[in-house]
Nanobody, 123 residues
Framework: QVQPVESGGGSVQAGDSLRLSCAASGYTYAMGWIRQAPGLEREFVAGVRWNDGYTYYKGLKGRFTISRDSAKNTVYLQMDNLMPSDTAVYYC????????????????????WGLGTQVTVSS
């Protein structure tokens, strides 16, 4: 099993859109995105359960949309109307199995992490 690989980050202006992609290998129970802004703690953004496509968010639904392509084992994060406060490193995360210990919005739910992709939004 190879760690998830993110792509699609970059530098944009406020109000622009970006789509992040993340490809994974091996069995997938759920995938998601966690971000970390400079000087702040990591923050869960969105997740999707692989078998049925159920999506879940923490605070950002409406501007961010997560989706998956099961055939490609790829998860996407569509980010619209970006704001400077969205500037962060975005990590793709993957859970191989269901966890009865942690919530699916807790970073400990996810065993595999990508290296991260930088998103910078300027005003």
């Amino acid at each position: 099993q190879v760690q998830p690989v993110e792509s699609g980050g970059g530098s944009v202006q406020a109000g622009d859109s970006l789509r992040l992609s993340c490809a994974a290998s091996g069995y997938t129970y759920a995938m998601g995105w966690i971000r970390q802004a400079p000087g702040l703690e990591r923050e869960f953004v969105a997740g999707v359960r692989w078998n049925d496509g159920y999506t879940y968010y923490k605070g950002l639904k409406g501007r961010f949309t997560i989706s998956r392509d099961s055939a490609k084992n790829t998860v996407y994060l569509q980010m619209d109307n970006l704001m400077p406060s969205d500037t962060a490193v975005y990590y793709c995360v993957l859970a191989r199995h269901y966890s009865g210990v942690y919530s699916n919005t807790n970073e400990n739910y996810y065993s595999d992490w990508g290296l991260g992709t930088q998103v910078t939004v300027s005003s």
